[in-house]
């Protein structure tokens, strides 16, 4: 890792413009696919999410159906975002950033498109099978087993070509966007590969089986999308302000921190559990150490951004990525309250208990992804948004979304935290009294979805050939002064 790499915001080009376009030419099909299988397990996902949000307020709702009973429906929403919408926007913006940031074309991308079919056609068996009655009982590994050689398989494959791509890059540096691609791409199959073996394969027994799904549960959020949506904000941030990452020395110390400190914090979901105390008191100190790693992203990522504020009117990008960091911020701050027991005995199994992962998944990495696709889409179709009016709406759909999710999610799970704990308060009158907050949280899922729709017709003009919409184009995200070519 070479501190002098923050010298220029990429690397710089044999052929300039000309080797940018015949980049995007051979990443623009299969990046497009896993963009569309993206989209759709987006929407997919979100409805289903939308569906269970409905049940919890009214239980009569799609209940003479037992696919579609709660117990089947949430985890098959969650597998559906997590694995579909997830990782495929995942995909397609690592790929991008490793092919532009190694300065070289995406060769034999025919290979992608078979990943892409193996991986979205395991997503669907699984989702399907969680629906039939065929889930397990782990979060996050509810997928029926005969999909788990299919998703490896496939993932293997993305792996191959972004590690080939960056093999045979034409720069002598390795950015900080690269190292986090990097980890995230050799650290999901590890915790995948693992608890798979040790939970069903030749599983371990008694209190470790949840000790590992908590081991797994919080390094796919820590160690996967959390890597993934700050390798886009480390290279959309300075691409786009034209200027370099401030205190760009302290990237390193943060990602190797993170990395480490990430490994080990799982335990501290199992606060109060039957397990032995030394695996969440281990879990609360890696949590502890956390805080440094975060402080020093965000003096790379704010201290890039201070001074240009101004840039967001001009940036639907910059937007998203702005949201991302905050995210990230209070996601982690989360993150570090729930290791305080006092906190996780008001918080657990409550709607609280659910906002830690939903602010590092969706507002930190979903968003940086929205942001990504916002910048990236031009460039490999060569046309801009065709409806402006498309990408407000989800803009502030999503904005909107968030605030009133997580406001909803904190304040209801506190209340309900504290309901369940007063002994002499009866289970039904809890349940009756957050009716409010349940209708409350479907309200914010509807406001997503509606924001999600959006992206999926403005996603289907641009990367349509022809302007079906019959709008001019606009420019979402101008180059700055600083940036000659169009990045």
Not at 94 to 105: I, K, V, Y
Request: charge should be positive.
């Amino acid at each position: 890792m070479n501190s002098t790499e923050n010298t220029r915001t990429e690397p710089v080009e044999r052929d300039g413009r000309t080797e940018q376009m015949e980049i995007d030419t051979s990443a623009k099909w299969p990046l497009l696919v896993f963009f569309a299988y993206a989209i759709g397990w987006l929407i997919v996902g979100g409805a289903l999410e939308l569906a269970a949000a409905i049940q919890l307020h009214t239980p009569t709702f799609l209940a003479t159906c037992e696919w579609f009973t709660h117990g089947r429906l949430a985890p098959a929403a969650q597998n559906a975002l997590v694995y579909g919408w997830g990782f495929n926007a995942a995909f397609a913006v690592g790929l991008w950033l490793m092919a532009r940031l190694s300065a070289t074309t995406l060769r034999h991308g025919g290979w992608l498109f078979i990943a892409a079919k193996f991986w979205n056609t395991g997503v669907a068996f699984g989702v399907l099978g969680i629906l039939a009655g065929y889930s397990t009982s782990f979060e996050l590994l509810e997928m029926p087993r005969f999909v788990v050689c299919l998703l490896l398989v496939s993932y293997a494959l993305v792996g191959v070509w972004a590690v080939t791509t960056f093999s045979i890059r034409n720069t002598e540096n390795v950015f900080a966007t690269q190292w986090y691609l990097f980890g995230a791409a050799f650290w999901f199959p590890w915790l995948y590969a693992v608890a798979q073996l040790m939970l069903f394969n030749a599983p371990v027994r008694g209190v470790l089986q949840p000790v590992v799904n908590a081991w797994y549960v919080h390094g796919l959020h820590g160690l996967w999308f959390v890597p993934v949506a700050l390798a886009a904000a480390y290279y959309l941030l300075p691409k786009i302000l034209g200027k370099t990452i401030a205190h760009y020395y302290f990237a390193p110390l943060a990602f190797w921190w993170l990395a480490i400190a990430t490994a080990f914090a799982g335990g501290s979901r199992l606060i109060g559990a039957p397990v032995p105390v030394w695996i969440p008191a281990l879990g609360t100190v890696a949590n502890f150490m956390l805080v440094v790693p975060v402080v020093l992203i965000g003096l790379n990522l704010f201290g890039t951004l201070s001074g240009r504020y101004g840039a967001l009117n001009g940036s639907v990008t910059l937007r998203f990525v702005l949201l991302s960091m905050l995210a990230f911020v209070l996601g982690s701050a989360a993150n570090f309250a729930f290791s305080f027991p006092g906190v996780a005995q008001v918080a657990q199994f409550t709607l609280l208990s659910g906002l830690r992962d939903w602010l590092l998944f969706y507002a930190c990495f979903s968003t940086a992804m929205f942001g990504a696709a916002y910048f990236i889409l031009p460039r490999l179709t060569g046309n801009e948004w065709r409806s402006p009016a498309l990408v407000k709406i989800h803009l502030g759909a999503t904005v909107l979304g968030v605030v009133l999710l997580t406001v909803g999610l904190a304040w209801g799970g506190w209340s309900q935290g504290r309901m369940l704990n007063d002994a002499t308060l009866a289970f039904t009158d809890v349940s009756r009294a957050m009716t409010f907050w349940f209708t409350y949280r479907t309200v914010g899922l509807f406001v997503l979805l509606l924001g999600h729709a959006a992206f999926l017709v403005n996603f289907a003009f641009i990367a349509c050939p022809f302007n079906l919409s019959g709008a001019a184009p606009a420019q979402i995200n101008p180059p700055p002064a600083l940036e000659v070519l169009k990045a």
